[in-house]
Nanobody
Framework: VQLQASGGGLVQAGGSLRLSCAAS????????IAWFRQAPGKEREFVTA????????YYADSVKGRFSISKDNAKNTVYLRMSSLKPEDTAVYYC????????????????????WGQGTEVTVSS
């Protein structure tokens, strides 16, 4: 599966942004799509995930209530709507695909995911 992330940019604190992750290739293999982010000097962290078929969603506590993940199966695209953005949301955001349906226990681990997009940069100014 090939993933193409887009939609990043510069936004003021309190603003909103929508990221997109377009999938191509063997998309029938996709079980779950996740967004991770990596801020400068920090480790990559899980943000949110969505089940490709059922649509179950999962969020990191730090973004719950502010971020919303959704999907359009017809377009093979996952969206990340980010609202009430904070400077600490500044990071490069990556989408990733799980093709095997890893255990929920490992949902937040990067090693669970098999394919990664190139990342899109989000900068939130104070």
């Amino acid at each position: 599966v090939q993933l193409q992330a887009s939609g990043g940019g510069l936004v003021q604190a309190g603003g909103s942004l929508r990221l997109s992750c377009a999938a191509s290739g063997r998309t029938y293999n996709m079980y779950r799509i996740a967004w991770f982010r990596q801020a400068p000097g920090k480790e990559r962290e899980f943000v949110t995930a969505i089940s490709w078929s059922g649509g179950s969603t999962y969020y990191a506590d730090s973004v719950k209530g502010r971020f919303s993940i959704s999907k359009d199966n017809a377009k093979n695209t996952v969206y990340l709507r980010m609202s009430s953005l904070k400077p600490e949301d500044t990071a490069v955001y990556y989408c990733a695909a799980d093709r095997l349906g890893g255990a929920l226990l490992n949902l937040r681990l990067g090693s669970t995911y098999h394919d990664w997009g190139q990342g899109t940069e989000v900068t939130v100014s104070s």
